[in-house]
C-alpha cells in the first residue's frame, strides 16, 4: 500500500506576524512550478515543506478569489497554516475547496455529507485532518469516496489521534473498502470507535473480512453495518466475531438479509458475549426460529441492554420463546417488536413473563403495531405494580369508550401546574423532588417509576408517557430544564 503521509516532513503553523514556521510532525504540500500531472491510485502523494517559508498574504487572497469560497476573516476561525495547508491540497489534487470545512475546521462536529467530494477532494480534507486537533466527529456519507479517498482517509487516522466518530456510509466501497476498513481496523493504532458503514454494498466477502478483524479489535465500540447485503453466511461470521469481540458494545444490523441459519448463528455469538449493550437486527427475517434462538440469548446473556427484532416475521410461537427469556433476563431494558405478526395473546405472554420476573429491568415494549383490549390493561396494570418503570407502546384498546379515552388523556402538566399552585410551589420543584439527587435530569426509566408511585398528582401510564415526550432530551435521560419549552 502506498504511503500517503511520510513522517518526515513538518506542519507549518502561523505566527502572529503572518510568517510560516515549523510546527510539530505532519505533512505540508509543496506549492509545485507548473500544474501538478493527474495522479492514479497507485501513485505516492508526497507533501513536503521547508523549515522557513515565507507566506504573502495577498497571494492568499488571490488563491481564495479564485474559488468559490467567500470567507471574510478566516483566521478568526482557524491558523493561516491550516487553512494554507488545505488550500494548498486543493490545488495539488485539483479540486475546488469546501467552504464549509473552511469555515468550522475549530469545531468539534464536521458534517461533510453529500459533499460531491470524490476521491481527490476527500484527499485533500485528509490531508488537512492530519494535524486537526478540533475535530471529533466526521461525516463523510454519500462523496464517491472510491478506494483512493477511503486510503487516505486511513493513512490519516493513523496520524490524527483526536478523530473519534467517522461516518463513510452509502458509498457503495464494496469488497475493496472493506479489504482496506479490515486492514485498518487489525492495527488498533487509531483512537475511532464510532465508525458508520452503513449502505456500503457489502456482501458475505466483505463480511468475512470485517468480521475477522473485528474479532480482535477492541478499539471500535460503535458499529452500524445496517442496509447492507449480508446473508446467512455473512450471520455466521457476525456469530463469531460476537464469540471473540470484547471492544463492541453498540451493533445495528438492520435492513440485511439475514434468516433462519444466519440468525441462529449469530445468536450462538450473543450467547457468550459480554460486552454488547445495544442490537438492532429489525428488517431482517428471523422468523420463529431465529426467535427461539434470541429467547435463548436471553436466558443466559448479562449485557444486552436494548434489543431490536423490528419487522422479522416473528408471531406469537416466537413471541412466546422470547418470553421464556424475558422470565430469568436481568439486563433488557428496551425490547422492540413492532411490524411483527402477533396477536394480543403474544403480548400478554410478554408482559406475564415479566411479572414472574422481579429482577427485570425492563423499561420499554414496544408492540405498538398490537390492538389490545381492557383485560390487557388490568393486567398490565399489575404488571407495573411490580415493575413501575415499565412501558408497554400498543396500537389501541378495542371497545374504547371515548369518555375513557378522555379521562386518559386528561393534560397531565395542568394537574401538576395545579397540585404546585394549591402547595405554593414551582412546578420545577415538584419534578425535583421526585429525583433522590435532586438534579435537572433523571433516567426515564427512574422517572417513569417515580411518577407512577408518587401519590401528589395520580396519573397514569398514558398520561406519563405524554411528560416524558416533553422533557426527553433523546439521551435516555429527562431533562427539567426543558420545562421552559414545554406548551401546555
Not at 521547508?50 to 474559488?67: L, Q, Y
Not at 469546501?98 to 453529500?114: A, D, G, I, P, Q
Not at 405494580?385 to 371515548?402: C, E, M, R, T
Request: proline share 5%; aromatic share 6%.
Amino acid at each position: 500500500m502506498p504511503v500517503l503521509f511520510p513522517p518526515q516532513p513538518t506542519v507549518p503553523r502561523a505566527c502572529w506576524d503572518g510568517k510560516i514556521t515549523p510546527g510539530p510532525p505532519g505533512i505540508y504540500p509543496y506549492e509545485p512550478e507548473t500544474e501538478p500531472a493527474p495522479q492514479n491510485s497507485d501513485e505516492t502523494l508526497y507533501c513536503e515543506a521547508e523549515a522557513s517559508v515565507g507566506v504573502d498574504k495577498d497571494k492568499a487572497a488571490r488563491e481564495s478569489s479564485e474559488t468559490d469560497l467567500e470567507i471574510e476573516d478566516t483566521e478568526k476561525f482557524f491558523t493561516t497554516g491550516q487553512r494554507e495547508l488545505y488550500l494548498e491540497a486543493c490545488k495539488l489534487m485539483g479540486v475546488v475547496p469546501v467552504s464549509y470545512f473552511l469555515r468550522n475546521m475549530e469545531e468539534s462536529y464536521m458534517n461533510l455529507n453529500h459533499h460531491g467530494l470524490g476521491p481527490n477532494g476527500t484527499k485533500a480534507i485528509a490531508i488537512a485532518l492530519v494535524s486537526n486537533t478540533s475535530v471529533v466527529t466526521l461525516e463523510l456519507a454519500d462523496n464517491g469516496l472510491m478506494e483512493e479517498g477511503l486510503l487516505s482517509l486511513v493513512e490519516m487516522l493513523q496520524e490524527n489521534y483526536y478523530l473519534q466518530g467517522m461516518n463513510v456510509s452509502d458509498n457503495d466501497l464494496g469488497l475493496k473498502g472493506a479489504r482496506i476498513i479490515s486492514e485498518f481496523l487489525q492495527r488498533n493504532i487509531s483512537s475511532l470507535w464510532n465508525l458508520q458503514l452503513s449502505g456500503n454494498n457489502f456482501r458475505d466477502e466483505s463480511a468475512e473480512l470485517l468480521c475477522q478483524a473485528l474479532s480482535a479489535n477492541y478499539q471500535i465500540k460503535t458499529l452500524d453495518l445496517s442496509h447492507n447485503q449480508f446473508s446467512d453466511k455473512g450471520g455466521e461470521y457476525v456469530g463469531q466475531m460476537l464469540a471473540l469481540n470484547i471492544g463492541l458494545q453498540s451493533l445495528d444490523l438492520s435492513w440485511n438479509h439475514f434468516h433462519v441459519r444466519g440468525a441462529v448463528a449469530l445468536c450462538n455469538g450473543l450467547r457468550v458475549n459480554t460486552t454488547l449493550q445495544k442490537l438492532d437486527l429489525s428488517m431482517n427475517g428471523f422468523g420463529n426460529e431465529g426467535a427461539t434462538a434470541l429467547g435463548e440469548v436471553l436466558r443466559l446473556n448479562n449485557s444486552l441492554v436494548y434489543l431490536d427484532v423490528s419487522c422479522n416475521d416473528i408471531t406469537n410461537d416466537g413471541v412466546s420463546k422470547i418470553s421464556k427469556g424475558l422470565e430469568v433476563n436481568e439486563s433488557l431494558k428496551v425490547l422492540k417488536l413492532f411490524l411483527n405478526p402477533m396477536s394480543m395473546d403474544g403480548a400478554v405472554s410478554l408482559i406475564l413473563s415479566l411479572k414472574r420476573n422481579p429482577k427485570s429491568k425492563m423499561e420499554e415494549i414496544d408492540i405498538a403495531n398490537v390492538l389490545v383490549s381492557e383485560q390487557f390493561l388490568k393486567i398490565l396494570d399489575g404488571v407495573c405494580a411490580i415493575h413501575p418503570q415499565l412501558d408497554v407502546l400498543y396500537k389501541s384498546v378495542q371497545g374504547f369508550s371515548a369518555k375513557k379515552a378522555l379521562l386518559q388523556w386528561t393534560n397531565p402538566m395542568k394537574l401538576i401546574q395545579s397540585y404546585a399552585d394549591q402547595q405554593k410551589i414551582t412546578v420545577l420543584d415538584f419534578f425535583k423532588s421526585l429525583n433522590p439527587k435532586g438534579t435537572m435530569t433523571m433516567p426515564v426509566g427512574d422517572f417513569r417509576k417515580a411518577m407512577i408511585q408518587q401519590d401528589k398528582v395520580p396519573v397514569n401510564l398514558h398520561q406519563v408517557r405524554e411528560l416524558i415526550k416533553k422533557l426527553d432530551d433523546k439521551t435516555g435521560m429527562v431533562n427539567f430544564s426543558l420545562l421552559n419549552t414545554a406548551k401546555p
